[in-house]
């Protein structure tokens, strides 16, 4: 099916509405339409050619061609999202990326409220089928999430809501280059246990960097051992990590 290419303005809300408008349509001066208590979360100038990804708490992700949403005036309500992709009821739109062209060279952060972070290239979001909610992110009890943001730098800015932050240097390190942290005094780990690990890693991915120190040789470990390992049992070449500065007092510790 040829797909018509026109430029449009597509809006996203919080409780998951959207619709595109021709640029006749739009009014930059007067507010779209929403439900009462929403609010515009996106508000972008796309192609018709053009992708929407959009992310829930839930650890899923949306894929919606800019060409399948709705077409509706400026001054008219949306369609909620539902009607265009299979996505559950108790699931709630967290953040919006849209997307011009699927590339290697960005990445994509997703973070979750008890403080997990994944890091995936934007190409892996691309599909071919794309009519329901797909996992990008799987989740432990309790745990949502709560961004999603396209980036192409190798640090991070952490902020909690007790007012601290932290930066940190996020790469993937080939693991070849990673030693074992001289003062873990754990050396025994349960086999089966990394053996489950390194299964979910080769499914889902690391969701949580390990920290490591550089070092004359490379990089040591100063927390993520037991991930390390897995990912070593899963075959994966390069984990990713986020460097840090340690004394060996520090490291002692932190074992």
């Not at 959207?18 to 508000?43: Q, W």
């Not at 979750?112 to 009890?141: H, P, Q, W």
């Not at 932290?166 to 349960?190: A, G, K, M, V």
């Amino acid at each position: 099916e040829m797909i018509s290419k026109e430029d449009v303005i597509v809006v996203v809300t919080k409780e998951g509405y959207v619709k595109r408008t021709s640029k006749r349509s739009y009014n930059a001066e007067v507010e779209p339409t929403i439900k009462e208590g929403d609010y515009v979360i996106g508000l972008y100038e796309l192609n018709t050619l053009d992708t929407l990804l959009i992310f829930t708490d839930n650890g899923n992700f949306l894929y919606i061609p800019v060409h399948m949403i709705p077409d509706i005036k400026w001054k008219d309500l949306g369609k909620h999202v539902s009607n265009i992709v299979s996505v559950s009821s108790n699931e709630n739109v967290i953040s919006v990326i849209p997307v011009t062209e699927f590339n290697d060279k960005m990445d994509i952060t997703l973070a979750t409220s008890l403080g997990m972070i994944k890091r995936t290239k934007l190409s892996e979001f691309k599909l071919l089928r794309y009519n329901k909610a797909v996992n990008c992110m799987k989740l432990k009890d309790g745990d949502l999430l709560v961004n999603a943001f396209m980036s192409q730098y190798n640090n991070l800015f952490v902020a909690t809501d007790g007012g601290y932050g932290l930066w940190f240097d996020i790469l993937e390190i080939p693991i070849s280059e990673i030693r074992s942290n001289p003062y873990q005094p754990r050396i025994h780990f349960d086999e089966n246990a990394l053996q489950e690990l390194a299964s979910s890693i080769k499914e889902h991915g690391v969701f949580q960097p390990i920290i490591v120190k550089k070092s004359i040789k490379g990089y040591e470990i100063v927390a993520g051992e037991r991930r390390t390992k897995a990912c070593r049992l899963a075959g994966i070449e390069k984990i990713p990590a986020i460097v840090k500065e340690f004394s060996d007092e520090d490291m002692m510790q932190i074992a």
